[in-house]
């Protein structure tokens, strides 16, 4: 059975650099300029991290969600 994840964005610490929606390799990461990025299309992650291990401030955590 495939896992699935779920991002959590921390806004209070996010300064909207916009790395990690553009390093999300499946577009899972959405974000206008001067905002805080959303998830809009959740079920596409898989898992990798990239956001997570590249935001400079710490902002964003994956966590795999228990069936």
Do not use: H
């Not at 990690?20 to 959303?38: D, H």
């Not at 079920?43 to 400079?56: E, V």
């Amino acid at each position: 059975m495939d896992k699935k994840y779920r991002i959590l964005i921390q806004e209070k610490n996010c300064k909207q650099c916009g790395i990690c929606s553009y390093l999300c390799p499946k577009e899972v990461l959405a974000q206008s300029v001067g905002e805080c990025p959303t998830v809009v299309n959740p079920g596409a992650c898989i898992g990798c991290r990239l956001c997570a291990m590249r935001c400079p401030d710490f902002a964003i955590e994956v966590e795999v969600v228990q069936e």
